[in-house]
Structures are given as C-alpha cells and as structure tokens.
C-alpha cells in the first residue's frame, strides 16, 4: 500500500487560498484590470478580483461611481463575455457607453424591484455565463450579501454592487470595499476592503477634477 504524501508547511503556505500577511508576499489573486493604473498598482492582482464580490459605495449619484467600473466592462464586452446590469436607477445611456468602448451585443439589462433583484443578480452570476454582473442594490444584508459572494465564486464571474455610503461602516463579506467620494470639486476612491491589502484612509484614485 502506497503512503500518501503529507504536504509541507511550505507548500501549503504556498496555495493560493492562503493569505500571509506580508510586506513581501502578495497574495496570488484573478483579478480583471479596472483601466485605472493607480488603483490596479494598490490592488491584488491588479484589478477586480474575479470570482468574487466588489462592493462600490457612494455618497450620491453622479460622482463617477460608473466611470469607476467602465473600462473593465469594456473590455469584457469586447472579449464576447456578457456583462449584465441588475436593476439599474437610470435608463442606461446607450451613446456613451458605445464612446467608453462597450459593445452592445453583449451589455444586458434586466429591471427588478428591491425582493428580485438580488435574487437575479445571484442567478446570473451561478450561470457560468457572465464575465460580469452590476447591481444596484440599496438595502441588502449580509446573509444576501454572502449569497453573492458564494455565486460568484460558483460562477467564477466579477460581482459589483453599487450601494450608498452609509452602509460603509457595516460588515461585509465582499472581497472588495471602495468609496467614492467628492472633496475639492474632484472625485476620489478610498480602499476600505481588500483581501489581501491593508485598508487605507487615503485616496488611492483621483479620477477627475
């Protein structure tokens, strides 16, 4: 009969599921770039993790909280993979998000009250069949919450919600935690979450004047 073989401390040190806590070992995390070099260059692997849920809080329409996540749903789009939107507060602008280098065949829209648009957004991230999902989703809680971080992870799909501000100060399971936010008539992104990366309270992303 054939021992089997015990893994060392190295090696299981050494799986990507296992984070140290070390200035010089990065966790190895998928990651899909945003298309912002300072906010890529701070976070692990580079980018939105994949198979995993991003929150984006904000303090009120109309800071940049969707120019935020537009270059990797670009990009996604352009590689054939489905991005779909869940329950979105406004009619999506179809001429600007051609100009920020979404195709079209591949963007999805689906309109959901407060009770179903969880639910959906859990659905579509289970399928398999989406590189990305975005919710609006205003009053979720955690158990919900943690659903779509399972789905992700099932689906192996970007999960990102966009939720108010107010909420920053509560728990989550999200992978990822950013605010956006206005001082100084510009737009700023803080890393509150990040497997991985030290919380910081400094902006981390300038994104416009």
Known sequence: ???????????????????????????????????????????????????????????????????????????LTQEHRRVIFVAPPHLPYAPALVAAGVDLRFLHEIHAGTTEAAWSMEQCLRSGCCGAVVGWLWDIDYRSLRRLQLAAESGDACAMI????????????????????NSDEATYVDVLKSRGLLTTTAPLLRMRA
């Open 1 to 75: 009969m054939n021992a089997i073989a015990t893994p060392t401390l190295a090696q299981v040190l050494d799986h990507p599921g296992i984070w140290r806590r070390s200035a010089e070992r990065q966790p190895r995390v998928r990651a899909l770039a945003t298309g912002w070099e300072s906010l890529d260059a701070k976070l692990p692997g580079g980018g939105w993790p994949q198979g995993a849920l991003s929150e984006i809080l904000y303090e009120n329409d109309g800071l940049g909280e969707l120019d935020l996540v537009m270059p990797a749903l670009a990009a």
């Open 162 to 181: 966009f939720r108010s501000a107010e909420h920053a100060a509560h728990n989550s399971p999200a992978a990822l935690r950013l605010k956006v936010s």
